[in-house]
């Protein structure tokens, strides 16, 4: 059987010289999949995906990304291959406009960014009307849309959200996730962090259901929300 486009493999690691945070931990997605990640607080989700990304010491296990061993190279590096990866806080230059802000997400490029650009307004038509207003005056859900915005301007194959919907409100949730499903359907792989498990895994293709940095249950979205002891465990009923 061939990888999965991207792969963090039994990834065992922490920060630094901690403790394992992550035991055999493995969490894979596809081109044009939504694989998501869900789980308790403190289950070590956004750990799994930061281990992904190179942003932590994976002590044990490996990272593939299209068949090619990258467990030893920098986030930096990372983004070079096509990895493009938004945090949950501090992740727009608040300062900038809207537009400055998609500009800085091109940083690596020497092509022409106008076509990319011209893409992420399409996607978020409320940033083509403000690009030129300071993105740290935009409400959250704005600025979710411009951080994700700016990791598309790198072109990224992978695209790693942590915890996208965090402190929006459930009609802004709604939108950003057809958005992601709409960049899903353009042949990038979305790997996401959700604390809304249920309406996450609703528009996943895979779920990883993490319990202190292990896999407890691994499925399709369909067939977690179906697991009695998922539904019992993680999703209220």
């Keep these: 059987m061939a990888d999965p486009f991207l792969i963090g493999e039994a990834m065992t690691g922490g920060y630094g010289k901690g403790?394992?945070?992550?035991?055999?931990?493995t969490i894979a997605v596809?081109?044009?999949?939504?694989?998501?990640?869900?789980?308790?607080?403190?289950?070590?989700?956004?750990?799994?995906?930061?281990?992904?990304?190179?942003?932590?010491d994976v002590r044990s296990g490996a990272v593939r990304l299209d068949g090619r061993e990258i467990t030893a190279l920098s986030p930096q590096d990372r983004v070079a291959?096509?990895?493009?990866?938004?945090?949950?806080?501090?992740?727009?230059?608040?300062?900038m406009s809207v537009e400055e802000n998609l500009e800085m997400g091109a940083f690596i490029r020497r092509d022409d960014i106008r076509g990319t650009m011209e893409q992420v307004y399409d996607l978020f038509p409320i940033l083509r009307d403000?690009?030129?207003?300071?993105?740290?005056?935009?409400?959250?859900?704005?600025?979710q849309q411009v951080a994700v915005g700016r990791a598309l301007m790198t072109q990224p194959q992978v695209l790693m959200l942590d915890e996208?919907?965090?402190?929006?409100?459930?009609?802004?949730?709604?939108?950003?996730?057809?958005?992601i499903i709409e960049v899903a359907r353009t042949g990038i792989s979305i790997l996401m962090v959700?604390?809304?498990?249920?309406?996450?895994?609703?528009?996943?293709?895979?779920?990883?259901?993490?319990?202190?940095?292990?896999n407890a249950h691994t499925g399709s979205?369909?067939?977690?929300?179906?697991d009695p002891e998922v539904r019992r465990s993680f999703l209220g009923g």
């Design 19 to 25: 403790p394992d945070i992550l035991h055999e931990c």
């Design 30 to 56: 596809d081109k044009g999949e939504i694989a998501v990640i869900v789980g308790p607080n403190g289950a070590g989700k956004s750990t799994a995906m930061k281990a992904v990304f190179g942003m932590l």
């Design 81 to 95: 291959r096509g990895m493009g990866f938004v945090p949950q806080t501090s992740n727009i230059f608040g300062a």
């Design 130 to 143: 403000k690009r030129h207003q300071a993105a740290g005056e935009l409400s959250g859900g704005q600025r």
């Design 164 to 179: 996208p919907t965090a402190g929006v409100s459930p009609i802004v949730m709604d939108e950003l996730f057809d958005r």
């Design 194 to 214: 959700e604390q809304n498990a249920r309406q996450a895994l609703e528009i996943a293709d895979k779920g990883y259901v993490l319990v202190q940095g292990r």
């Design 221 to 226: 979205g369909k067939d977690l929300l179906a």
